[in-house]
C-alpha cells in the first residue's frame, strides 16, 4: 500500500439500520437500498452524465458524488453505493479497458497465456486516488446515510479480461480453467491484488460497507467455484476483514453458491430473485449449523418494478415475510434496476418496506 493518508475517524453509524441488520442485529427499520440505484432509471442522472464518458464520471470526485447521492434525495433509500463501474480498478492500472454502450466493458488485448498475466500490471493507490476524493465528499454530505463501497471480484474480472467482454457462455473462460490451471491461478491472483488494494483505498477514504460483486459466479458449479474461485475471493475478503466493516457478497444465478461465496467471508449474503429469502436461509444454516445465524440480501426480481402496484406490493410483503428467517435483513433487487424504470415506482416500494417495518 503506498498511501501514507492517516485513515480518517470514521463516521458513528451504529444505529444505521443498513449496518444493524448487516452484523446480525434488530434495526428500528428494515432498510432498503437497490444494486445500480445510482444511475440509470434517474432522469437527473442522464442530465448530468450527459456527454461524460462512463469511466471519465467515474473518475470525476464532483459528478460521482452528485450522482451517488441522487437516489438518497429521491428515494430515501438507508444507503449510498458509491458511482463507480467494476472495470474501474482496471482502467485506472492501465490496463486496456473501455465501456462501450450497449455492449458493456470491452477489453482491447485478452488474457489468455503466462505472458499476458505476466505483462499486467499492478494498481496503486495514487491512481484511484480520485476515488479516494469522491468517497471523502460522500461521508461529507451524507449524514447519517452508510456508504457501500465495492468492486468486481477476481472471477468476474477475469472472465471480461479472458473473453475480451461481456459473454453469455464463457466458453473461454472455463477452457483457460481447465486447460491451463497455472495460468488461471495466476491471472486471479493478480485480479484479487487489485481488487484487494482498490477495496483498501475505499476503506481508508471511509466507506462503511463493502460489496464485492461475483456477477457471473452463477455460470460455475460449486465443484469449479470451490476450486479456481473460493481462493481467490476468500484472499479478497481476508485481506479486508481488519476494515472492521460488513462484507457483502453477491453473485447472479447463485443458488447453488450461497453457502461457498459465504465461506468467501461474507458477512452477508446477497440473494438474486430466483430462490426465495426463507429457503436460502435454510440452506446457510443447515450447511453450517454451529456457525452464525446467516444475514442475507434481496431479493425482488428487477422486472416486477414494472408490474401493477397490487402485484408489486404483493411481492414486496411476501420477500419483506420471507426476510424475517434471516438474522438480518438487508432488502434490495435480486440484481440492478433497468433503466426503463420508473423513479416514482422504487420511491414507493422503499416507503413500503419501511412502512412494513
Known amino acids: 500500500m503506498t498511501n501514507t493518508a492517516p485513515v480518517p475517524v470514521r463516521r458513528d453509524l451504529s444505529d444505521a439500520p443498513l449496518l444493524v441488520a448487516a452484523r446480525g442485529g434488530v434495526p428500528s427499520r428494515t432498510p432498503v437500498w437497490f444494486m445500480r440505484q445510482a444511475g440509470r432509471s434517474l432522469p437527473e442522472y442522464r442530465k448530468v452524465r450527459e456527454g461524460i464518458a462512463m469511466l471519465e464520471s467515474c473518475l470525476t470526485p464532483d459528478l460521482a458524488c452528485e450522482i451517488t447521492m441522487q437516489p438518497v434525495r429521491r428515494h430515501g433509500v438507508d444507503a449510498a453505493i458509491l458511482f463507480s463501474d467494476i472495470v474501474v480498478p482496471l482502467y485506472a492500472a ?18 489468455r497465456t503466462k505472458a499476458d498475466v505476466d505483462a499486467l500490471p499492478d494498481l496503486t493507490a495514487e491512481q484511484v486516488a480520485p476515488v479516494a476524493d469522491t468517497i471523502r465528499l460522500l461521508t461529507a454530505a451524507l449524514g447519517d446515510t452508510p456508504l457501500i463501497g465495492f468492486a468486481g471480484a477476481p472471477f468476474t474480472l477475469a472472465s471480461y479480461m479472458i473473453e475480451g467482454g461481456p459473454s453469455k457462455n464463457h466458453e473461454r473462460t472455463k477452457a483457460l480453467m481447465h486447460s491451463a490451471p497455472d495460468v488461471w491461478h495466476a491471472l486471479l491472483g493478480k485480479l484479487a491484488g487489485i481488487t484487494t488494494e482498490f477495496l483498501r483505498v475505499q476503506v481508508e477514504a471511509g466507506i462503511d460497507a463493502m460489496q464485492l460483486f461475483d456477477s457471473w459466479a452463477g455460470a460455475l458449479s460449486e465443484r469449479d467455484y ?132
Open 94 to 111: 492501465g490496463i486496456g479497458v473501455e465501456i462501450v454502450g450497449g455492449v458493456g466493458p470491452v477489453v482491447a488485448n485478452p488474457v
Open 226 to 357: 470451490r476450486e479456481y474461485v473460493l481462493p481467490h475471493s476468500t484472499r479478497v475478503f481476508d485481506s479486508l476483514r481488519d476494515a472492521g466493516i460488513p462484507r457483502i457478497h453477491f453473485g447472479v444465478g447463485t443458488g447453488e453458491l450461497l453457502v461457498a461465496m459465504r465461506d468467501a467471508g461474507a458477512d452477508v449474503v446477497g440473494v438474486d430473485w430466483r430462490i426465495p429469502l426463507d429457503e436460502a436461509v435454510r440452506r446457510l444454516t443447515a450447511a453450517r449449523p454451529d456457525g452464525p445465524a446467516p444475514v442475507v440480501q434481496g431479493n425482488l426480481d428487477p422486472a416486477l418494478l414494472f408490474a401493477d402496484w397490487p402485484v408489486l406490493e404483493k411481492e414486496v410483503r411476501r420477500i419483506h415475510a420471507e426476510g424475517k428467517a434471516a438474522a438480518g435483513h438487508i432488502f434490495n433487487l435480486g440484481h440492478g434496476v433497468l433503466p426503463d424504470t420508473d423513479p416514482e415506482v422504487v420511491t414507493r416500494v422503499t416507503e413500503l418496506v419501511h412502512a412494513l417495518s
